[in-house]
Nanobody, 129 residues
Framework: HLQLVESGGGLVQPGGSLRLSCTAS????????IGWLRQAPGKEREGVSCMSTSGDTTQYADSVEGRFTISRDNAKNTHYLQMNSLNPEDTAVYYC??????????????????????WGQGTQVTVSS
C-alpha cells in the first residue's frame, strides 16, 4: 500500500517554529519530486514549497520565502518542512505530496497540486497566542 504519513503539526505561538515530517511507505521517495501544500479555511490549496527529484531545485511561495526550508533524507524515505518565524497567516492544514516524473525532468520542482500523485493525510498547524 503506497502512502505518505505526516507528523509534526500543532499549536505554536507567533514567532515560533515547527518541523513537519512526511514518511513514505510502499515506495522509494528518491525517485519522486516532493512538495508541501497548505489549505487555510475558506481558501484554495496552495503550494508552499517543492523540491525536485534530484534535490538540486527548490522553490518557495513568496509568503514563506526565507522562513521555511524544505529538505529530504532519502535514507529515511522522509522529507521535511522546517517552519520558522511563524505567523497567524500560516495557520492551515499542511499536506505533503510526491510525484514520479519522467527520467528527463529530475530537476523539475512542482508547486501545482494537480501534478502530484500521492498525498499525506494532512496535519493542522495553528499559529496563535
Amino acid at each position: 500500500h503506497l502512502q505518505l504519513v505526516e507528523s509534526g503539526g500543532g499549536l505554536v505561538q507567533p514567532g515560533g517554529s515547527l518541523r513537519l515530517s512526511c514518511t513514505a511507505s510502499g515506495f522509494t521517495l528518491d525517485d519522486y519530486a516532493i512538495g508541501w501544500l497548505r489549505q487555510a479555511p475558506g481558501k484554495e490549496r496552495e503550494g508552499v514549497s517543492c523540491m525536485s527529484t534530484s534535490g538540486d531545485t527548490t522553490q518557495y511561495a513568496d509568503s514563506v520565502e526565507g522562513r521555511f526550508t524544505i529538505s529530504r533524507d532519502n535514507a529515511k524515505n522522509t522529507h521535511y518542512l522546517q517552519m520558522n518565524s511563524l505567523n497567524p497567516e500560516d495557520t492551515a492544514v499542511y499536506y505533503c505530496a510526491a510525484a514520479r516524473l519522467t527520467p528527463g525532468v529530475r530537476s523539475i520542482c512542482i508547486m501545482d497540486q494537480s501534478d502530484y500523485e500521492y498525498w499525506g493525510q494532512g496535519t493542522q498547524v495553528t499559529v496563535s497566542s
